[in-house]
């Protein structure tokens, strides 16, 4: 006989693991324990050599469908037999890395059992079992037991008890695991006599009405109302002073997807699996959702139900027949974090709703729906949280110590960092708004408390007045400033764990210099040691301050002026573009001639929007990123009705030459969807031709793209197309987004370097 210890890392809590080594215990003839231990799964066995053997490598080859195994170590002991039998043990605390599981959507089984009149949890909101169910959002420390969750304030029922005892249950140590008896409940907020059926019932009447319905989910709040309803989606829009942004949208069923969107290959798994984001699918135009869901946008951002209640929404013994697709947008007014509480969801949305559903099961922590768009055949991540966070990132270095990257000002999400294991937390939001910044402060708490890691050093970006560097130094630990394009290109980098030099193409909207200018569109040589810029757009005039970055009429009309040097024909030339009236025009003469409120600035983001403007696609945007979004519609859509490619003219991407082209076209008369291709090709032509530069100095052939700019579906493939038929290998992010609300990972990362080669 032969006796070994075993120990599991990775998402191993919160899955059902511990029952499943117990199952494959008996099928192989094991006798030994398997305790939770925070860090790891810990399993004694012991039997034949043979049988052991195949006993482990089942645990590694045939884990629960929502565990993910990172690594699992084997090693023989001495000591004489002594079991008896197999135990599961109760969990204890060890040291060590972390694994946090994510929420995870509610399965098949489950939802059987929800629908089903003989079942003792029918249409009970918040069925779950050992496979599904609330993880992040409910916990309160580690290990993932119920005393340590937001459930253990409802005791268990003798039967759930007695269902969570049992490993031939489904539900053996499900941590949420309730019924109608034992459970939160749902009621309407103001009116707390009407809970339960009545609460739904209620609920759903209201949408069907028109109504807006503010509901409480896992990780906050939703604003929901019917999407083929167009008088109830434009409400919402001027409730929300939204005027033009997508709303997210949630189906009944695959059925409803289909009807409404074009699915991939791959897209129907991501949509129908354990963590149901929203995905961007191309629309049909032979929908039945209202077009102001997103105006103009050849996309929609859908999902499907993932929690009991979302399902119970949609489908209720009351006799109402609800519409098949709801708008279901996160709950916060622009700018502030998703609401969690009653208390948020009063002071926040009581004007932008007719109706509040809630429950009284706390959340921990927040978590908005991950966005996640397609490409190249598989996920491009938007909005990286419900789901995914805080799945972490391997890194193959050898590195030891605890970081925080603090993440950047827009977008924010955070990176805790423990050795090689890097944590990226749900996202919080924009740092511009107080609600915001308490949340980012609550959460890094939270979080490195449930991860049982201290941070010893900070990083965080450079800029002196972003606010998430006033909360790193709140911290009172040592900081680490990692430059805004470098953090980009580091995230890229660390997320394909590459760690050998790159040249580095970060383009983007905004970010601090090390020169105290404004960069957006840089070329870098980089590896985790630091970063060299080599190249960039050609520097720019802007003027107009941060107005500048909403309108980007003022970024055309500063590039115009510079252009022609002559106000009479800068003015004749707004005038035949509707640009702007005389007097917004004068004002920018003033600020360009005196220098006042203008910088230099190399930022791409602001030439796509300096371009929307030229083109006469968007003049401002009422959202981050709206005008080079609509570029990008206006550019794909020439593309796809004009194949083949346009011939790219013999020019280095001085932003002079090429606004300077383009203008002379448009004022020609010649397609703004042409010119909009144009503009993308003559950008990946440079980045191709920057790299190719950068080569024959340095000899690097590998490049990482990262930056909000690579959001662009267009600019993207053109640029890997260029760039792979010249023999580069590229680098692109998947699962962590190129805009900001991925360099958390790079600065952590940077941060981590620091800390094992100071």
């Given at each position: 006989?032969?006796l070994?210890?075993?120990?599991?890392?990775?998402i191993?809590?919160g899955?059902?693991?511990?029952?499943?080594?117990a199952?494959?215990?008996?099928?192989?003839?094991?006798l030994?324990?398997?305790?939770n231990?925070?860090?790891?799964?810990?399993v004694y066995?012991?039997?034949?050599?043979?049988?052991?053997?195949k006993f482990?490598?089942?645990?590694?080859?045939e884990?629960p469908?929502?565990?993910?195994?990172?690594?699992?170590?084997r090693?023989?002991?001495?000591?004489?037999?002594?079991?008896?039998?197999?135990?599961?043990?109760?969990?204890?605390?060890?040291?060590?890395?972390?694994?946090?599981?994510?929420?995870?959507?509610?399965?098949?089984?489950?939802?059987?059992?929800?629908?089903?009149?003989?079942d003792?949890?029918?249409?009970h909101?918040?069925?779950?079992?050992?496979?599904?169910g609330?993880r992040?959002?409910?916990?309160d420390?580690?290990?993932?037991?119920?005393?340590?969750?937001?459930?253990?304030?409802?005791p268990?029922?003798p039967?759930?008890?007695?269902e969570y005892?049992?490993p031939?249950?489904?539900?053996?140590?499900?941590?949420?695991v309730?019924?109608?008896?034992?459970g939160?409940?749902?009621?309407?907020?103001?009116?707390?006599?009407v809970?339960?059926a009545?609460?739904?019932t209620?609920t759903?009447?209201?949408?069907?009405?028109?109504?807006?319905?503010?509901?409480?989910?896992?990780?906050?709040?939703h604003?929901?109302c019917?999407a083929?309803?167009?008088q109830?989606?434009?409400r919402?829009?001027?409730?929300?002073?939204?005027?033009?942004?997508?709303?997210a949208i949630?189906?009944?069923?695959?059925?409803?997807?289909?009807?409404?969107?074009?699915?991939?290959?791959?897209?129907?798994?991501?949509l129908t699996?354990?963590?149901?984001?929203?995905l961007l699918?191309?629309?049909?135009m032979?929908?039945?959702?209202?077009?102001?869901?997103?105006?103009?946008?050849?996309?929609?951002g859908i999902?499907?139900?993932?929690?009991?209640?979302?399902?119970?929404?949609?489908?209720?013994?009351?006799?109402?027949?609800?519409p098949?697709?709801?708008?279901?947008?996160?709950?916060?007014?622009a700018?502030?974090?998703?609401?969690?509480?009653?208390?948020?969801?009063?002071?926040?949305?009581?004007?932008?709703?007719?109706?509040?559903?809630?429950?009284?099961r706390?959340?921990?922590?927040?978590?908005?729906?991950?966005?996640?768009d397609?490409?190249?055949?598989?996920?491009?991540?938007i909005?990286r949280?419900?789901?995914?966070?805080?799945?972490?990132?391997?890194?193959?270095?050898?590195w030891?110590?605890?970081?925080?990257?603090?993440?950047?000002?827009?977008?924010?999400?955070?990176?805790v960092?423990?050795?090689?294991?890097f944590?990226?937390?749900?996202?919080v939001?924009d740092?511009?708004?107080l609600?915001?910044?308490q949340?980012?402060?609550?959460?890094?708490e939270?979080?490195?408390?449930?991860l049982?890691?201290?941070?010893?050093?900070v990083?965080c970006?450079?800029?002196p007045?972003?606010n998430?560097?006033?909360i790193a130094?709140?911290?009172g630990l040592?900081l680490?400033?990692?430059?805004?394009?470098?953090?980009h290109?580091?995230?890229?980098m660390?997320e394909?764990?590459?760690?050998?030099?790159?040249?580095?193409?970060?383009?983007?909207?905004?970010?601090?210099?090390t020169?105290g200018?404004?960069?957006?569109g840089?070329?870098?040589?980089?590896?985790?040691?630091?970063f060299k810029?080599?190249?960039?757009i050609?520097?720019?005039?802007?003027?107009?301050g941060?107005?500048a970055?909403?309108?980007?009429?003022?970024?055309?009309?500063?590039?115009l002026?510079?252009?022609t040097?002559?106000k009479?024909?800068?003015q004749?030339?707004?005038?035949?573009?509707?640009?702007?009236?005389?007097?917004?025009?004068?004002?920018?003469?003033?600020?360009?001639?005196?220098?006042i409120?203008t910088?230099?600035?190399?930022?791409?983001?602001?030439i796509f929007?300096?371009?929307s403007?030229?083109?006469?696609?968007?003049?401002?945007?009422?959202f981050?990123g709206?005008?080079s979004?609509?570029?990008?519609?206006a550019?794909q859509k020439?593309?796809d009705?004009h194949?083949?490619?346009?011939?790219?003219?013999?020019?280095?991407?001085?932003?002079?030459?090429i606004f300077?082209?383009?203008?002379?076209?448009r004022?020609?008369?010649?397609?703004?969807?042409?010119?909009a291709?144009?503009?993308?090709a003559?950008?990946?032509?440079?980045i191709?031709?920057?790299?190719?530069?950068?080569?024959?100095?340095?000899?690097?052939?590998?490049?990482?793209?990262?930056?909000?700019?690579?959001?662009?579906?267009?600019l993207?493939?053109?640029?890997?197309?260029?760039?792979?038929?010249?023999?580069f290998t590229?680098?692109?992010?998947s699962?962590?987004?190129?805009?900001?609300g991925?360099?958390c990972?790079?600065?952590?990362?940077?941060?981590?370097?620091?800390?094992?080669?100071?």
């Open positions: 006989m032969a070994y210890q075993s120990k599991i890392f990775g191993v809590q899955v059902g693991f511990r029952p499943f080594v199952r494959l215990a008996t099928r192989f003839n094991i030994g324990s398997v305790c231990k925070g860090p790891y799964v810990e066995a012991q039997g034949s050599e043979d049988a052991v053997d482990l490598t089942a645990i590694e080859q884990p469908e929502r565990a993910s195994i990172l690594k699992l170590t090693q023989r002991l001495d000591e004489d037999e002594y079991y008896q039998d197999f135990q599961i043990i109760e969990s204890a605390k060890e040291k060590g890395s972390i694994f946090v599981s994510p929420d995870i959507a509610t399965c098949d089984k489950c939802r059987a059992e929800l629908f089903d009149p003989q003792k949890r029918y249409l909101p918040f069925i779950n079992c050992t496979a599904c609330p992040l959002t409910i916990l420390s580690m290990p993932y037991d119920r005393e340590r969750t937001s459930m253990g304030e409802f268990m029922c039967s759930c008890q007695a005892d049992s031939s249950t489904r539900r053996y140590d499900a941590q949420p309730c019924c109608n008896d034992c939160p409940e749902v009621y309407i907020i103001g009116e707390e006599n809970r339960g009545a609460a739904i209620r759903r009447q209201t949408i069907i009405n028109g109504g807006i319905v503010a509901i409480k989910g896992i990780g906050g709040f604003l929901c019917d083929t309803n167009e109830a989606v434009l919402l829009r001027k409730l929300k002073h939204r005027p033009v942004k997508p709303f949630m189906a009944h069923d695959m059925a409803a997807i289909h009807r409404e969107c074009f699915v991939e290959n791959g897209q129907e798994e991501i699996g354990h963590q149901k984001p929203i699918l191309k629309r049909k032979t929908g039945q959702i209202q077009d102001v869901v997103a105006p103009g946008n050849p996309k929609i999902m499907l139900p993932y929690a009991p209640l979302h399902m119970l929404l949609f489908d209720y013994p009351d006799g109402l027949t609800m098949d697709t709801l708008i279901m947008t996160s709950g916060n007014p700018g502030a974090p998703i609401c969690r509480d009653d208390k948020d969801a009063v002071d926040a949305l009581d004007g932008f709703c007719d109706l509040m559903l809630s429950h009284n706390k959340i921990r922590i927040r978590a908005d729906d991950t966005v996640m397609w490409l190249d055949g598989k996920p491009y991540m909005r949280s419900r789901g995914y966070a805080p799945l972490p990132f391997m890194l193959k270095n050898d030891h110590g605890a970081v925080l990257g603090i993440g950047g000002e827009l977008k924010n999400t955070f990176c960092g423990s050795d090689n294991i944590y990226p937390s749900p996202y939001g740092m511009s708004d609600r915001t910044m949340a980012l402060r609550e959460t890094i939270r979080l490195t408390t449930l049982e890691c201290q941070p010893q050093i990083a970006d450079m800029h007045r972003y998430t560097v006033t130094k709140e911290l040592p680490f400033p990692v430059q805004h394009h470098y953090a290109i580091l995230s890229c660390a394909n764990d590459y760690d050998e030099p790159v040249i580095g193409v970060s383009f983007d909207g905004t970010g601090y210099g020169d200018t404004i960069w957006g840089e070329i870098l040589q980089a590896d985790y040691a630091g810029r080599l190249d960039s050609t520097p720019f005039r802007q003027a107009g941060d107005k970055s909403r309108e980007g009429w003022r970024i055309a009309i500063s590039l002026y510079d252009l040097q002559n009479e024909e800068t004749k030339i707004v005038h035949q573009l509707n640009l702007c009236q005389n007097s917004d025009l004068n004002a920018m003469f003033f600020m360009l001639d005196n220098n409120n910088i230099q600035s190399t930022s791409a983001g602001r929007d300096a371009i403007a030229l083109l006469g696609i968007r003049n401002h945007s009422t981050e709206e005008a979004m609509y570029l990008e519609f550019a020439w593309h009705e194949l083949g490619e346009l011939p790219v003219p013999a020019i280095s991407f001085n932003t002079d030459k300077a082209l383009l203008l002379q076209q004022l020609a008369g010649e397609d703004c969807g042409k010119l291709y144009l503009f993308h003559c950008l990946a032509a440079f191709g031709a920057a790299c190719l530069k950068v080569r024959v100095h340095t000899g690097l052939n590998t490049v990482a793209l990262s930056g909000g700019v690579f959001q662009n579906h267009l993207t493939e053109l640029t890997t197309a260029r760039l792979q038929e010249r023999g590229v680098l692109r992010h699962l962590l987004p190129p805009n900001d991925g360099i990972l790079g600065q952590a990362a940077a941060a981590m370097y620091h800390l094992n080669h100071k």
